[in-house]
């Protein structure tokens, strides 16, 4: 496999899947996110016991409120995910060609590229979460720490779903190189 495909292959494949992931990710947690703050407030400024009249309204604000938290999360979602997507392919591309190329032991190839890619992921998207805080909040009153706290849980969660797509760029790679003859260990990579 020669650079050039190795790298363009692995970037395309992690943009693709990084929009994908980003995408679903987004719209998940903006469905969740809105409903959670819907009820937050609910609990809040609502009289207790809600009465059964209150019933048909409410369920119609969780359909609204997820339908809209699901678009403004996957247009969120869509660009970041790309983005890391894009960086997590190149930086498997380098790294594989420059520690892993040929490849003799593709467990350790798997796991590092995994560990690569919850660490850029779980970074890239964290910071991008804060980022989306800072700009949508009123800065004099913004809770940095709350905000910190509240940005790692989806961080945490993209990375992991980072570490689970990085098996098919690696899979991708070492079915390449078993096809070429350049894996050293080839039992290994069946492992």
Excluded: H
Aim: a positive charge; hydrophobic letters at 55%; proline letters at 4%.
């Amino acid at each position: 496999m020669t650079t050039t495909r190795l790298l363009f292959g692995a970037t395309w494949r992690g943009g693709g899947l990084g929009l994908v992931a980003g995408a679903m990710g987004g719209a998940t947690y903006g469905a969740l996110f809105a409903n959670a703050m819907f009820f937050i407030g609910f609990i809040t400024e609502s009289q207790l016991p809600p009465e059964l009249k209150d019933a048909p309204g409410a369920i119609a604000a969780v359909v609204i409120l997820a339908f809209i938290g699901s678009v403004m999360g996957a247009m969120f979602g869509m660009p970041v995910g790309a983005l890391v997507g894009l960086l997590d392919g190149l930086l498997i591309g380098i790294v594989t060609r420059l520690f892993f190329f040929p490849l003799r032991d593709a467990k350790i190839y798997r796991r590092v590229m995994a560990l690569i890619c919850f660490i850029v992921t779980a970074s890239a998207s964290w910071v991008g979460f804060m980022l989306i805080w800072i700009f949508l909040s009123n800065q004099g009153k913004a809770n940095f720490t709350v905000f910190s706290l509240i940005s790692a849980i989806p961080a945490l969660i993209a990375g992991v779903a980072a570490t689970l797509l990085s098996r098919v760029i690696a899979r991708w790679y070492e079915r390449g190189a078993r096809s070429e003859g350049r894996m050293e260990t080839p039992s290994e990579a069946t492992q």
